[in-house]
């Protein structure tokens, strides 16, 4: 029987970082659980091929949508990482920590110990930033970020654009200034990407005391209310994986509700139907659902610069052999390399829309390329009010769970759409861009009227793949919270949750970096540490907020 001190379930952005952290001091065994096989693969490792390991069942859960009632019935993918470095080894790269404010509302949501003072000494000693602001950045952690090259004319007219329009240019939205136009930051070092395997996993890897099982984590074994140990189903038996001290769920946002139903902790009445004994009864348990949304704002360009020369076999080709002869080319980034973060009207008081430039017209995922040379904006608004719900579809563990987002389900999801829409048009309309924009292909010209819009949405909005909240971080009064402020699960001893369920509320912008956060300070908590001292430093806020939307 395996055991170890500390066992985690699931080698992803949190799961990698809280193995590396637990071991550090090498007074402590972890095990690591993971059901996903090697990373190793050139479609993981060469940063522009980020569209295929989504689309390969080797590597993602597969997981999909039930229909989404106000998107007249479509079923979304939910890509999550089934590989060593979870999501985070098949995620498009970006590096967004989230705004100061974002943190902040965790904290007065209940997770005391969260706000933003708190949590940006961790994100300093997970970086190691090439670049950014002096003082706000780490240099010297294992999780390198840094920024493309920006060689396209495009991307500096995207964000000439902003400023002409009137909106603020900033040099690091991961420093106090997260509100304008900008560079955009990357996951990847030395032409790979740089996933949580990488930055954590593999060099703990190589300490004695941690050691990767695989398999199917199938529930936590709790005696007593506490929890002893995981269930994981491997070349078809069961052993059950024991832990010392305690079991850290770090299984995604989707898997970790799931792993926690599965184990007895969660609404006591939808576990009794399915014949799960109660362990705890805590209704918060998949619920709280949330995702960014976005549309993909699409022109066509006059001059031939766009990605569209490169997609062809032979520059494919051409493009692969120097990447994995050199690491280098277009095949060493993710082409994200302008964003930008905006509010969408006087009164917010910190960014609410985010833009990932691309020139290419082209889906996320890469599928269904325009056949012209084009660009692109993805946009969405980063704060929706709408909630779904993770829940068991059957007490089998190898049955996917029922995943429901009730994606734009409140009125304001569709004016926020709408005006997303009409805020890019103006972006492309800029004198900056008069060289390059040609026509619209995407929603098209043609597409004006709140009605249009509208059927636009409902029929192309897409999933940002950000997938969070579904173990709520919170007060342990609060019926709705799944774990405290330290993590720990209310109701079973020696059981924490440490990855993107446990946000109170989503984050402005991607999540890979706050979930790697949440793991490194997890450690502190686990290891009883002292916390790092919170930071003193004040977030900038645009002075005009109150009356102006830039």
């Not at 492309?428 to 008069?434: D, K, L, M």
Request: net charge neutral; with cysteine.
């Amino acid at each position: 029987m395996p055991e170890a001190d500390y066992v985690i379930v699931g080698a992803g952005s949190a799961g990698c970082a809280l193995a590396y952290r637990l071991s550090e001091s090498g007074k402590h065994s972890v095990i690591v659980i993971e059901y996903g096989g090697s990373d190793l693969g050139p479609f993981i490792q060469m940063p522009a091929a980020l569209s295929f390991p989504m689309n390969m069942r080797r590597y993602d859960w597969g997981f999909r949508t039930e229909p989404e009632p106000h998107l007249s019935g479509r079923v979304l993918a939910t890509p999550r990482g089934k590989v060593v470095g979870g999501s985070s080894s098949i995620n498009g790269m970006v590096y967004v920590r989230g705004h100061a404010r974002d943190f902040d509302h965790w904290a007065e949501a209940g997770a005391a110990g969260w706000a933003f003072a708190d949590v940006l000494p961790y994100f300093k000693r997970m970086e190691n930033a090439k670049t950014g602001e002096d003082g706000w950045r780490g240099t010297d952690g294992p999780l390198h970020v840094q920024r493309g090259t920006r060689l396209n004319p495009l991307y500096q007219t995207f964000i000439e654009a902003g400023r002409e329009a009137g909106f603020e240019v900033t040099e690091d939205y991961n420093g106090s200034k997260q509100e304008g136009f900008g560079p955009m930051e990357q996951t990847i070092h030395m032409g790979r990407r740089w996933s949580a395997a990488n930055a954590y996993l593999k060099p703990a890897l190589k300490r004695r005391n941690v050691s990767l099982v695989r398999g199917f984590a199938r529930r936590v074994r709790i005696e007593n209310q506490r929890a002893t140990g995981v269930e994981v189903e491997a070349r078809n038996s069961v052993q059950v994986v024991k832990a010392r001290r305690e079991v850290i769920l770090a299984a995604s946002s989707i898997n970790s509700p799931k792993l926690l139903m599965l184990s007895g902790v969660g609404p006591a009445e939808a576990l009794r139907q399915f014949g799960i004994d109660v362990v705890a009864d805590r209704p918060g348990v998949g619920q709280n659902l949330q995702d960014h949304l976005e549309l993909y704002i699409q022109q066509a360009c006059r001059k031939p610069i766009t990605l569209y020369s490169n997609l062809g076999l032979f520059s494919k080709a051409r493009i692969g052999a120097e990447w994995l002869l050199f690491k280098s080319g277009l095949g060493a980034t993710n082409h994200f390399e302008a964003a930008a973060f905006v509010r969408s009207r006087a009164g917010v008081d910190y960014p609410d829309i985010q833009y990932h430039f691309l020139p290419a017209a082209i889906r996320y995922d890469g599928k269904a390329a325009a056949e012209m040379h084009g660009f692109q904006a993805h946009v969405g608004p980063m704060r929706s009010k709408s909630r779904g719900a993770v829940t068991l579809a059957s007490p089998d563990p190898q049955a996917p769970p029922k995943i429901r987002f009730n994606y734009m389900s409140h009125e304001e999801d569709w004016a926020d759409f709408r005006h997303c829409i009409r805020l890019t048009r103006e972006i492309f309309s800029q004198p900056v861009f008069e060289p390059y924009c040609d026509h619209e292909i995407s929603p098209g010209d043609h597409v004006r009227s709140d009605a249009a819009l509208d059927d636009f949405i409902r029929e192309h909005v897409e999933s940002a793949y950000h997938p969070c909240g579904t173990c709520r971080m919170g007060a342990r009064e609060d019926p709705m919270s799944v774990i405290d402020p330290e993590l720990r699960v209310i109701g079973v001893e020696g059981l924490r949750v440490a990855d993107s369920s446990v946000f109170p509320r989503i984050t402005n912008g991607n999540l890979n970096a706050p979930s790697i956060m949440v793991g490194e300070k997890a450690a502190d908590h686990i290891l009883d540490k002292p916390l790092l001292p919170p930071s003193n430093q004040q977030p900038w806020i645009n002075p005009r907020w109150q009356v102006s939307d830039r």
